[in-house]
Nanobody, 126 residues
């Protein structure tokens, strides 16, 4: 019914940059907050950044000043610009969104539910 598809991951040297994208598609009525999480091997999934539908952004302390989250409401897409990447930023990055979907008849919107993308690998290594 709803899909979140991430792109933009890859291998980058320390100090380099990457831009992740996540596009939501399906029977979407509205999207509230959108965010990025990451999970390194053997560790829990942690919040990286989140942006509200009013474009208010917040960040994990470890990425403040280096990462920027933004969204294109018309495209149902959220971005994560990652600069000055460090080896400790390496992880699988997942996008997340709180979405209200339309009922099958298209007449009503369901309460918001949380959806996840499939993840995109970011590797930071020389």
């Amino acid at each position: 019914q709803v899909q979140l598809v991430e792109s933009g991951g890859g291998l980058v040297q320390p100090g380099g940059s990457l831009r992740l994208s996540c596009a939501a598609s399906g029977s979407i009525f509205s999207i509230n907050a959108m965010g990025w999480y990451r999970q390194a091997p053997g560790k829990q999934r942690d919040l990286v950044a989140v942006i509200t539908n009013g474009d208010s952004a917040s960040y994990a302390d470890s990425v403040k000043g280096r990462f920027t989250i933004s969204r294109d409401t018309a495209k149902n897409t959220v971005y994560l610009q990652m600069n000055s990447l460090k080896p400790e930023d390496a992880a699988v990055y997942y996008c997340n969104a709180d979405i209200r979907v339309l009922t099958i008849d298209g007449r009503r919107a369901m309460p918001p539910s949380t959806y996840w993308g499939q993840g995109t690998q970011v590797t930071v290594s020389s």
